[in-house]
């Protein structure tokens, strides 16, 4: 019985969580003011009072505790002084705050001067309230010593039940409660918890000695060991005890008391607590607080039992109590999951009274905290107690279900329910997922980066070209690869899913799959791939073209076999809180789109706009990559007016679905920006393939490529410095979106264009680039000899330090700023995002980075830069139009940050649409809230 298991219905969602030490989520700083939104009631926000008072009472003599006060006196003490305070049935105690943690630690882990001597005092107001005494020989008060963070760590610190038991004090306990197997059942616990917890003792010296008591008596279950049994098992326990700790098991209740709060101040600081914490993102806090309460007794017979339960379905949100219980057990064991338990629906076939009043309990906690609680019970000769009670934890499905359900129960507000929805958890209502009942049974064999969620089963294909060959065949294929480029784009579009072995959040391969919604695991170091073989290897294990695997993008789970999927489905409820979110949101929300179906797809998924098409994915696709290759290798403008030629029709088409999709709706294009050695055809194949379309030696080509090698194409030719030094290539791409514009407008379609230029650095590439952009349009509109008003602006990306710091000079040319944050947050930082994942997972688990810039905006560095050039435009040009279109667009602490530097849009890819539009509205909401 490992305390360290977590509870059976939380397992499924928290498996393996450990196994990927790296930053799947955004911080949680912990805030020092109630979360609004959280438990706290309503009635009662305010901070706990600063004072010395290191501990506080809860139970019928007094209660000195409130529920805002997690920060003091942790998560569960806040609780059960609030639950003692409304009047429910919960066991006295006291607790010790946080504060005194963190004392301990400044004072190198010594116990504070003074803190025994309140303990003292708590523990005869104890003694008074119960009628019984601490260590007595007649009538003995235990007690649990609990941890308890402000922030819920279940399972993750330390927990000591039946504490003040000694050889007298149980005989006390036996004749007090008239039941000796009881009471010895509850020593043989305390000792092998305290050996284990307290001093180290690993729990299978003792697991060990009861396997052998037995044994010899003959019996299975501990619940079948007679109470003979278990008096030789406390001898046989103290004996263990005594062997490996090198002293007796202490005989003085207090010793005791004093040594088991130092453990759960020091369990505050165990790995797996760290870990943890880290896992969850969870900052801020200063330790743990430790719950001292007199024990009731769930193992004393069949009428007594212990359990745990949700008030509502977590996993559906379903209006239902959830959960479970055993007889005859105490908390620990449902906890370990010894035996299997019994559903709380079944439990009035045991004791309809009890189950009776679980319900009301169930209702008035509802009404109190006004959301889906999750409580622990025991039942002690048939009376029901209450020890803990916190928001549930909950899928998305059940956030959006309960939130909806309880503004109709009018348990809260519109407002209310749109702050409790966390933004990012949408993502599981958009994406067919695993069916969570089949994943339990699933062998994980490795795990990488959730880079964008979804579930796809296929087998692996090596190439993009055997990607496409495979699906087009009917296979269901997943791509691995160990990291893709954007030649992979058409296999990687035809896979049912996308797993790399290098790479991080915002790969190329990440990035790609988001925009589409596809599935993508990325950076999953573990597999080592040997595509000429057909084959990757896991862990010695080797799977080939013919072996069905799983992948979870959402989780970064790869798994063997094929997994079923749920389809999602968009519920009312999903639609009705974007109704209302769109309701507060001062934000627009845009979408990054490259082609008609993503531009539809983002449509319907509520977005008012694209904020960007990334011309460039244009180009890879069949035919277009060939006159792309002609264009690039041409060694003179003839030949590359010539190649670009052939481009023109594909782009004018690409964008008339744009405009057709976007009717009405800005349209913000940007004009060619990747480095070209991305488009050279870097292999013999692609190579001969181009020389024979150019009609040259293979030789020529090959010595073209290698002439355009960069040796940092990232910051070489690439970006505006290409249409600055290929004018040929804004024209041909200004010419296809203008045609278009203009093809649309014939057709009575009302097209908003906005012509982007990237990575501008200063004020004379923009205005030059400007000055071609307008010559383009005039020399079109001459020659098809059109008058009407055409709505094209003339904008940059900011993505180049520089540009953020000029901003005011760069307004004076530009229409409108669009901030690049992807390119922005590599310049500032210098690191380079492809190759970030050798050293940036590093940084994050040794703290020397909180979160991964890539995924959610750094404010105090590269956010800095885009305050300044939001400021400094606007004092050139007070109406300038500013958005964002890097991926921080769909992160909703990033769009909190957009809202409040005051952008008018925000840009992201489709299926983060519905995201933004709820993280929009949340930074509203957010800033509204009375402090
Ligand atoms: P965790 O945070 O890991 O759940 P807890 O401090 O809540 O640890 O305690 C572990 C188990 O012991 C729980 O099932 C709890 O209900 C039970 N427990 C704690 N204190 C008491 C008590 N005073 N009487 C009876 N059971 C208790
Ligand atoms: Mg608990
Ligand atoms: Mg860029």
């Given at each position: 019985?490992?305390?360290?298991?977590?509870?059976?219905?939380e397992s499924s969602k928290k498996r393996s969580p450990a196994l990927a030490a790296r930053p799947s989520k955004p911080t949680k700083k912990v805030s020092k003011k109630p979360a609004g939104a959280s438990a706290?009631?309503?009635?009662?926000?305010?901070?706990?009072?600063?004072?010395a008072q290191m501990v506080y009472y809860f139970g019928k003599l007094k209660t000195e505790g409130k529920a805002a006060w997690k920060m003091l006196l942790g998560g569960k003490g806040a609780n059960l002084a609030d639950m003692t305070s409304i009047g429910l049935p919960v066991p006295p105690g006291f607790t010790i705050t946080t504060d005194t943690c963190a004392k301990y630690y400044?004072?190198?882990k010594r116990l504070p001067l003074g803190l025994m001597n309140e303990v003292h005092k708590n523990i005869a107001l104890l003694e008074k309230e119960l009628g019984k005494k601490f260590g007595n020989v007649d009538n003995p008060l235990l007690v649990s010593v609990r941890s308890g963070a402000a922030a819920s760590m279940p399972g993750m610190m330390d927990t000591i039940l039946n504490l003040g038991l000694t050889d007298a004090a149980v005989e006390g306990l036996a004749k007090s409660t008239g039941n000796r197997r009881f009471a010895y059942d509850a020593y043989r616990r305390l000792i092998n918890m305290f050996g284990d917890v307290v001093m180290g003792v690993s729990h299978e010296h003792f697991e060990h000695a009861f396997d052998k008591l037995k044994r010899k008596h003959k019996v299975d279950l501990d619940t079948d060991v007679s109470e003979e049994g278990l008096v030789d098992l406390c001898a046989v326990y103290k004996e263990v005890y005594r062997h490996k700790v090198g002293e007796e098991f202490p005989q003085n209740p207090f010793k005791q008391l004093e040594l088991a709060i130092e453990a759960v101040f020091k369990s505050w600081n165990h790995d797996k607590a760290v870990s943890y914490r880290r896992i969850e993102g969870i900052t801020g806090l200063n330790g743990t607080a430790v719950n001292i309460q007199s024990m009731v007794y769930g193992n004393m017979g069949d009428d007594s039992g212990t359990g745990v339960a949700f008030t509502r379905n977590p996993s559906n949100g379903d209006s239902a109590f959830y959960g479970e219980f055993l007889i005859n057990a105490q908390g620990e064991d449902v906890v370990a999951g010894i035996r299997t338990p019994q559903t709380v629906d079944q439990m009035p076939r045991w004791n309809k009274t009890v189950h009776a009043q679980l319900l009301k309990i169930k209702g008035i906690l509802e009404k109190h905290y006004r959301d889906m609680q999750d409580i622990e019970f025991t039942i002690e000769r048939g009376t029901l107690f209450m020890l803990q009670t916190?928001?549930?934890?909950?899928?998305?499905?059940?956030?959006?279900?309960?939130?909806?359900?309880?503004?109709?129960e009018k348990l809260i507000t519109e407002e209310e329910a749109l702050l409790r929805i966390p933004a990012g958890d949408l993502t599981q209502l958009l994406l067919p997922s695993f069916d969570p009942t089949k994943k339990s049974i699933a062998k994980v064999m490795t795990k990488g980066l959730p880079a964008s969620p979804g579930a796809a089963v296929g087998k692996p294909a090596f190439?993009?070209?055997?990607?496409?060959?495979?699906?087009?065949?009917?296979?269901?294929?997943?791509?691995?690869?160990?990291?893709?480029?954007p030649e992979d784009v058409e296999g990687m579009h035809h896979a049912a899913g996308i797993l790399t072995s290098t790479g991080g959040m915002t790969s190329h391969a990440a990035v790609v799959a988001r925009g589409w919604g596809k599935c993508c695991v990325a950076g999953a170091g573990e597999i080592h791939i040997e595509a000429d073989k057909g084959e990757f290897t896991v862990k010695g294990k080797t799977y080939g073209r013919d072996s069905v695997i799983s992948i979870d993008g959402s989780t970064g789970e790869v798994i063997e076999g094929a997994l079923a999927t749920v389809a999602p489905e968009m519920s009312g409820d999903f639609s009705k809180v974007m109704r209302w979110a769109d309701k507060y949101r001062r934000l627009r929300i845009r979408a990054n789109a490259d082609t008609p179906a993503d531009a539809k797809r983002a449509r319907d998924f509520g977005a008012e706009g694209i904020g960007l098409t990334r011309t460039e994915h244009m180009f890879f696709e069949g035919e277009r990559i060939i006159a792309m290759r002609e264009m690039i290798l041409a060694e003179t403008k003839e030949a590359r007016v010539a190649a670009l030629a052939k481009l023109l029709p594909f782009q004018r088409d690409d964008f008339i679905g744009l405009f057709r999709a976007m009717d009405g709706l800005p349209v913000t294009i940007r004009l060619l920006d990747p480095p070209l050695h991305e488009f050279l055809p870097h292999d013999d194949d692609n190579q001969k393939q181009v020389a024979a379309a150019l009609k040259v030696p293979v030789a020529k080509v090959r010595q073209r490529v290698s002439m355009l090698h960069e040796a940092n194409p990232m910051l070489g030719h690439r970006g505006c410095r290409l249409a600055i030094t290929y004018p040929e290539i804004l024209d041909m791409q200004v010419r296809a979106i203008i045609e278009a514009a203009i093809e649309c407008l014939q057709e009575g379609r009302r097209?908003?264009?906005?012509?982007?230029?990237?990575?501008?650095g200063t004020r004379r590439e923009l205005a030059l680039l400007r000055e071609m952009t307008i010559a383009t349009i005039e020399k079109i509109k001459s020659e098809q000899k059109f008058t009407k008003k055409l709505d094209v602006k003339i904008g940059t990306m900011i993505e180049i330090p520089r540009a953020a710091v000029t901003a005011n000079e760069i307004a004076e040319v530009a229409d409108f700023f669009s901030f690049g944050t992807n390119d922005l947050t590599?310049?500032?930082?210098?690191?380079?995002?492809?190759?970030?994942?050798?050293?940036l997972p590093h940084y994050i688990d040794h703290d020397v980075l909180e979160s991964d810039p890539f995924q959610t905006l750094d404010q105090g560095g590269v956010g800095q830069l885009v305050e300044m050039g939001i400021d400094r435009g606007r004092a050139t040009k007070p109406d300038l139009k500013i958005g964002i279109c890097g991926e921080h667009g769909g992160d909703p602490k990033s769009v909190f940050f957009c809202h409040e530097v005051g952008m008018d849009y925000v840009s992201c890819s489709p299926f983060r649409v519905p995201i933004a539009r709820l993280a929009a509205a949340q930074a509203v909401l957010k800033a509204a809230k009375p402090k």
């Open positions: 019985m490992s305390k360290t298991s977590p509870r059976p219905i706290a009631p309503a009635a009662d926000k305010s901070e706990a009072p600063k004072s400044e004072l190198k916190r928001t549930g934890k909950r899928t998305g499905f059940a956030a959006v279900k309960i939130a909806c359900d309880m503004v109709k190439t993009a070209e055997e990607a496409v060959e495979r699906a087009r065949s009917g296979e269901k294929v997943i791509l691995v690869r160990k990291e893709t480029s097209p908003i264009v906005e012509i982007m230029h990237p990575l501008v590599q310049m500032t930082f210098g690191y380079s995002r492809d190759d970030s994942g050798t050293f």
